[in-house]
């Protein structure tokens, strides 16, 4: 039995009307579970064709689909990959809706755990960038595994307040992701301890929060920039009143339509301010498609598209702190109680490029891949390389977990590579790699963190670092000698054995 606090009952009841019947029904039925397909790695129809485990399309979400409860995706080595995300069908439609394109600068502004960044990423291509940033460091390391997994290269994933965003980033992004904090009614059937922590006040603090938030974006946003505001929430107060709040507060901002399926919904005016625009925000219910809930708008921020930054104000930046003040977050050893303190600190050096004799390490590491690395992004910051993206000078002072790519280390005239440069690869990009088929007994075992035995005819040097895939998707690195392939999978992405 479903537990629902009696005050939201009562008011949902005076939502909805003679809907309330079915509304609360809809409680009574199992869940529903749901992934969403990397577009980065495979395409929907090649999924598809993987038939790992059995799946239906969810109509509304181009690569998204349902699968049924007793099914584990997450036991199957492809997810390791990062072939897919775990997703409740209703959450993945802000990042499905919002219109990112390859080359654009995009912001998820409150982006933990990743579900929504992850498919911003995938969207870019590589192409542009993701500022991915969650207030919360634990959280931001949660959101920095799951891009690092989906092989995400072109992120900044930052640990700030959106107001310290809104001053590096004025007028600066094409599309912005608000997936605001909120009273998670959405959630009450999937998480009832979010049911057992809800008051009536909490809606009314969290759209304080949200208007916070939405102000700070909307300063963000270039002319003719586009912006998803969504929450997992019923209350009117955090949904279509927030929006008129935003229409009110700032004229430049105006609705604009979102797609249309079956069982999406009209945002209701009267629970607003009466504007009519409110029409075109969507409210997901729980009993008119297969999923929790949510509630959706669109905004363009009128004016001309060509409000961006100039060129020349943008450069390679990682250079910290003397140069810009970057601030990575960094994780003290844990305390006697085993909690990892949350510690921001400026880093003690400057991060140069790459010299001549690092140049040619690199070179020779790479000549097995056929992807392009501009050695003019790479940065040294001790022995550790990154490939990073360009950013305004603006950026000083803010705190970050991770700017770019982190490529791996140099030591003593060798490369050793990274797990996030292994997952950002495609197989076909390293001609050095062993391929394990999922049923393999060996995939289970790499991922663990054992040592292989190789035949001769599964590679063609004897020797060296390999890309290690599973099926065709790659998901670390080894170093084989003699027929025996050393593991070099992350420690801490292990499967237990």
């Not at 105006?254 to 504007?275: M, V």
């Not at 943008?314 to 990575?328: A, I, M, Q």
């Not at 000083?396 to 997952?423: D, V």
Request: net charge neutral; glycine share 10%; hydrophobic share 35%.
């Amino acid at each position: 039995m479903i537990y629902l606090p009696e005050a939201f009952q009562c008011r949902m009841q005076e939502m909805l009307g003679e809907e309330y019947e079915e509304f609360l029904a809809a409680y009574e039925e199992p869940r529903t579970y749901g992934l969403r397909v990397n577009t980065r790695k495979c395409a929907p129809k090649e999924f598809e064709r993987l038939g790992l485990f059995p799946v239906r399309r969810i109509p509304w979400v181009e690569n998204g689909y349902f699968y049924d409860g007793e099914v584990r995706p997450a036991q199957h080595p492809l997810y390791a990959a990062g072939l897919y995300y775990l997703q409740e069908p209703s959450a993945m439609t802000p990042a499905a809706c919002l219109p990112v394109t390859p080359g654009e600068r995009v912001l998820d502004l409150c982006a933990a755990p990743g579900g929504k960044a992850t498919e911003l990423g995938a969207k870019l291509k590589g192409e542009g960038l993701l500022v991915a940033n969650d207030i919360s460091a634990s959280r931001a390391r949660a959101l920095l595994y799951n891009l690092e997994v989906f092989g995400i290269d072109n992120a900044f994933v930052t640990n700030e307040t959106p107001a310290a965003l809104a001053k590096a980033f004025e007028g600066y992004f094409d599309k912005i992701l608000v997936d605001a904090p909120c009273s998670g009614e959405g959630m009450f059937r999937k998480e009832q301890a979010v049911a057992r922590d809800w008051t009536p006040e909490k809606s009314e603090y969290f759209a304080g929060q949200q208007r916070e938030i939405l102000g700070q974006a909307v300063r963000m946003l270039r002319p003719g920039g586009k912006l998803l505001y969504s929450t997992c929430t019923f209350a009117p107060c955090e949904d279509e009143q927030t929006v008129s709040w935003a229409l009110e507060q700032f004229p430049q901002m105006r609705l604009i339509p979102l797609p249309a399926y079956e069982g999406f919904r009209s945002g209701r005016p009267q629970w607003g301010n009466g504007d009519e625009t409110l029409k075109l925000c969507v409210r997901l219910w729980p009993h008119r498609m297969h999923g929790e809930g949510h509630f959706l708008a669109l905004f363009q921020k009128e004016g001309p598209a060509d409000g961006a930054l100039e060129e020349e104000t943008l450069r390679p930046v990682s250079r910290y702190p003397e140069e810009t003040g970057l601030r990575p977050v960094r994780q003290k050893k844990k305390g006697k109680a085993g909690r990892t303190p949350n510690a921001l600190a400026g880093g003690a050096s400057s991060a140069p490029g790459l010299g001549r004799a690092e140049r040619k390490i690199m070179e020779e590491f790479l000549a097995p891949c056929s992807r392009n690395f501009p050695f003019e992004r790479m940065e040294l910051r001790g022995q550790k390389v990154y490939l990073v993206p360009e950013l305004p000078s603006e950026v000083r002072g803010l705190k970050f977990l991770r700017n770019g790519l982190y490529m791996g280390e140099l030591r003593k005239e060798r490369f050793e590579p990274s797990q996030q440069l292994a997952m950002s690869l495609q197989a076909e990009e390293f001609s050095e790699r062993i391929c394990l088929e999922p049923e393999d007994e060996r995939a289970d075992r790499y991922l663990r963190g054992e040592t292989l035995n190789i035949r001769p005819e599964e590679t063609d040097q004897p020797s060296g670092w390999k890309l290690v895939c599973i099926g065709a998707y790659p998901v670390g690195w080894g170093k084989l000698v003699g027929g025996v392939l050393k593991n070099k999978y992350q420690s801490s992405w292990r499967k237990g054995r």
